[in-house]
Nanobody, 120 residues
Framework: QVQLVESGGGLVQPGGSLRLSCVASGSIVSLYAMRWYRQTPGKERDLVAA????????YAVNTPKGRFTASRDNAKNTIYLQMNTLKPADTAVYYCNADIRDFTDLKTYWGQGTQVTVSS
């Protein structure tokens, strides 16, 4: 059984910062790319950033440049998303996913999501 668990979301004022974490655990043989997505009500889930197993981060075209930074710690099977100078438009549920090989197969797993609300 493999699980992804996000944390770090919450309510923050405009201009504030949050650091999201997503930990992969369970029967992990190999952990490949890890990604962050976000979704607002009535809209599709959009990619924010991806981090390769080698730690290279790439960002979606619509990801706020210079305000969001994705990274990972392979020793902890964790991906992070540092979000600075947050704006109300960043309000969304943030999800992580990861390509994981367990003892039987290679699959993409999703976390349950963490709510980020930017409001005064």
């Amino acid at each position: 059984q493999v699980q992804l668990v996000e944390s770090g979301g919450g309510l923050v004022q405009p201009g504030g910062s949050l650091r999201l974490s997503c930990v992969a655990s369970g029967s992990i043989v190999s952990l490949y790319a890890m990604r962050w997505y976000r979704q607002t009500p009535g809209k599709e889930r959009d990619l924010v950033a991806a981090v390769s197993s080698g730690g290279i981060a790439t960002y979606a075209v619509n990801t706020p440049k210079g305000r969001f930074t994705a990274s990972r710690d392979n020793a902890k099977n964790t991906i992070y998303l540092q979000m600075n100078t947050l704006k109300p438009a960043d309000t969304a549920v943030y999800y992580c996913n990861a390509d994981i090989r367990d003892f039987t197969d290679l699959k993409t797993y999703w976390g349950q999501g963490t709510q980020v609300t930017v409001s005064s």
